[in-house]
């Protein structure tokens, strides 16, 4: 693992934010310096709602709602992947991961931090608890204690 490597957490919050620009303002000049820009997304169920009803009409704007949602999702990432680039990081060092929430936010980003081989994390610390990310813990402190062999900076 390479601490120059970095799994930067990324859920559209102003924690998150704060955490991008840190990455960019304190790592960006970093000789070899990859980031990666993780985020997760809730599960959308998956149905052929084929019939009519007030029931299945209001199930299907549900899913619209959450498939519009995990696409803005999305385009947070890439527009902070922008924002990474302006500020001097190389873009071809930069990678956007989005992914579909498996477990819990910790356990999914641990997973990620291992198989990736990130020897940083970086991950803003949210003001409330209950967000898409954070699924009503502490993420970041849970993180810091969990993240063995890791730097783990909390913005």
Do not use: C
């Not at 299945?56 to 990474?84: C, F, H, I, W």
């Amino acid at each position: 693992m390479l601490w120059n490597k970095v799994l930067l957490i990324f859920d559209g919050s102003e924690a998150s934010l704060r955490a991008v620009e840190f990455v960019a303002k304190i790592l960006g000049k970093t000789e070899g310096l990859r980031v990666t820009i993780f985020g997760l997304h809730e599960r959308i169920p998956r149905h052929d709602l084929k019939d009519s009803s007030p029931v299945v009409d209001k199930l299907q704007a549900s899913l619209t709602t959450m498939e519009l949602e995990v696409e803005r999702g999305q385009a947070r990432l890439y527009d902070s992947k922008k924002l990474l680039a302006k500020s001097g990081v190389d873009d071809s060092a930069i990678g956007v991961k989005f992914i579909e929430r498996k477990s819990s936010a910790l356990k999914d980003i641990l997973a990620e931090a291992e198989s990736g081989g990130y020897g940083t994390v970086v991950l803003g610390r949210s003001e409330h608890k209950g967000g898409l990310l954070t699924g009503g813990g502490d993420v970041a402190k849970d993180l810091a204690a969990s993240a063995k062999g890791r730097a783990v900076i909390v913005v």
